[in-house]
Nanobody
């Protein structure tokens, strides 16, 4: 059974940093198959960071230069380093894997940025 568990969310002041982690079990994957999404109240879920088909990291314009996606294949982990957090980064953040034409989602972790 595939399971993704996100952690690392919390309450942080604007300008601060958080590092989200996604632990995957029951599945082998390449980091390129991973992505982070977020959903703010009243808004649609949106892609925050992921990888292009060529393996290049891609980011939403709103987070470019502030967020960094990375992974550790040996540990089956995916990370999202978030720096210079803004109020508008407040959302539930989800880890997603796309492996062999199937997608898998974690339960999400809440990130709240306060002024």
């Amino acid at each position: 059974q595939v399971q993704l568990v996100e952690s690392g969310g919390g309450l942080v002041q604007a300008g601060g940093s958080l590092r989200l982690s996604c632990a995957a079990s029951g599945i082998m994957f390449s980091t390129n198959a991973a992505a982070w999404y977020r959903q703010a109240p009243g808004k649609q879920r949106e892609l925050v960071a992921g990888y292009s088909r060529t393996g290049t990291a891609i980011y939403a314009d709103s987070v470019k230069g502030r967020f960094t996606i990375s992974g550790d294949n040996a540990k089956n982990m995916v990370y999202l380093q978030m720096n210079s957090l803004k109020l508008e980064d407040t959302a539930v953040y989800y880890c997603r894997l796309y492996v062999k034409w199937r997608e898998y989602w974690g339960q999400g972790t809440q990130v709240t940025v306060a002024s």
